[in-house]
């Protein structure tokens, strides 16, 4: 079927040369067996990676070796299987401490998700640091994962939650920094690219804000790490959150990390198995980060599968998995500009934004559009995309979502585009 997207090429509606973006597209198409199925009897257009990738078949294979071959508990078992399971689990933690420039593998917590990362922080940092009166501030574009843990840890602890705002074109208002230079801001937590506006946040400038300010930091990097590089040395920042499904790793896996002598400070998020050096019946003492905050058997399958999957991202080169995003937004901006009713959301320059749109078409419900081309075999999203206050800032309940990864092709932009041209003359809107 990744055929009959091929041959689309010629006929699309927009003609701008796109051949690097056809190149990477169709080059990595085979990898990935779903991208092969018909839905509804048509090519299937998975236009949904903000939410999860789809997985090539390396880190589906990399998962199978491992149950078909080293199956086993991590740094328990004295037997070859098990020290092979814990290598493999442990070279995984360095593979992602390599992928973000972290200093020590030492830095990385294998977590289930960014949603379980960002709540780590607010459990072991924030219960311990923010006091009544303090200031903990985030944005008014943060998904509900990089929010509702600072609405429970102000209320726990009687601090204030404050909010940069974002400007028409989906920019955070700088400015807004000012009101906070003499105030207690404890932490700044913010999303480096929203999942809706698609911006992409200045997060070296953001981090410089905060460390004026005497605030640690908390980046949520879900809608980033798997789009870009990303040096967490450079950034700076003290913690970042990502997720491994969301970069064609296995769901249940995710990462974060934190700057070591903060990690080292920090009391456990959860405790029980494997996170204790030793315990009686009265009390215990810590393992050594960063099995300290890695309580109970962990997701040693999720570990590989992210490994692999990371090995496959890198091969490619972070780089051109940029390029090649940044090229197919420029493709969809242009190509929903050019249609009447449609309003698209966030910053107009694709360089300012991650691979995602988020739009509404004048006259029909995004869950309608969704269930629309649902029948045209194209998966998009369509809701609040767990972010309500955020569309509430729009003005708006919902919108409809199209988010693009290495496997997308511009004909896939094209056959979206004609499908909502067909809803439009459908509904005579
Ligand atoms: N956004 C989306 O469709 P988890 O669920 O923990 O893997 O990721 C949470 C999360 C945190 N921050 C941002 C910016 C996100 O986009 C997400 C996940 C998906 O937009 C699912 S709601």
Redesign the pocket.
């Known amino acids: 079927m990744a055929e009959n997207l091929k041959v689309l090429k010629n006929e699309s509606v927009l003609q701008i040369e796109m051949d690097e973006v056809f190149e990477l597209g169709n080059r990595i198409r085979e990898d990935f067996p779903i991208l092969k199925r018909l839905v509804k009897g048509k090519p299937f257009v998975y236009l949904?990676s903000?939410?999860?990738t789809q997985k090539p078949i390396q880190v589906i294979e990399a998962i199978k070796n491992y149950y078909e071959t080293f199956n086993a508990n991590v740094h328990r078992g004295i037997y070859s299987i098990a020290e092979e399971a814990t290598a493999a689990y442990e070279e995984a933690r360095e593979k992602v401490a390599r992928f973000i420039n972290a200093r020590s593998p030492r830095e990385i917590i294998f977590t289930?998700?960014?949603?379980?990362a960002?709540n780590l922080v607010m459990h072991s940092w924030g219960q311990n640091n923010v006091q009544r009166g303090d200031v903990i501030l985030t944005t008014e574009m943060?998904?509900h994962?990089?929010l509702l843990p600072w609405q429970i840890l102000s209320k726990l602890k009687g601090a204030s939650l404050e909010f940069i705002g974002f400007d028409k074109e989906g920019f955070l208002k700088l400015e807004e920094f000012d009101k906070y230079k003499n105030k207690s801001v404890k932490l700044f937590a913010f999303?480096f690219?929203?999942?809706?506006l698609g911006t992409i946040n200045p997060v070296r400038e953001l981090v410089k804000y905060a460390k004026e300010m005497g605030a640690i930091t908390v980046v949520?990097a879900?809608?980033a790490a798997p789009h870009m590089p990303i040096d967490v040395q450079q950034v700076d920042c003290d913690f970042l959150?990502f997720?491994g499904?969301?970069m064609l790793g296995p769901m249940g896996i995710?990462i974060l990390y934190g700057k070591e002598r903060l990690l080292e400070e920090m009391e456990p998020f959860m405790v029980g198995g494997e996170m204790v050096k030793s315990a009686d019946f009265r009390g215990s003492e810590w393992n050594d980060i960063p099995w300290k905050f890695e309580a109970g058997t962990p997701n040693v399958e999720g570990a590989i599968g992210l490994a692999a999957a990371i090995d496959y991202l890198q091969r490619i080169g972070m780089d051109a998995v940029r390029r090649h995003e940044v090229k197919l937004t420029e493709y969809a901006l242009d190509v929903l500009a050019r249609m009447d009713g449609i309003t698209y959301y966030g910053p107009s320059s694709p360089e300012q934004r991650c691979g995602l749109v988020s739009f509404n078409l004048k006259g029909i419900h995004p869950h309608d559009i969704a269930m629309f081309l649902d029948n045209e075999g194209i998966a998009i999203?369509a809701g609040h995309?767990?972010?309500m206050p955020l569309h509430n800032r729009l003005g708006i309940a919902a919108s409809a979502?199209a988010?693009f990864y290495i496997y997308n092709i511009p004909s896939e932009i094209d056959l979206l585009a004609m499908s909502l041209e067909k809803i439009k003359k459908m509904l005579e809107i």
């Open positions: 949904d903000a939410a999860t289930r998700n960014a949603t379980e960002i943060e998904h994962s990089n999303t690219a929203s999942n809706v949520d879900a809608q959150a997720s499904h969301k995710g999203r995309h767990c972010a979502r988010s």
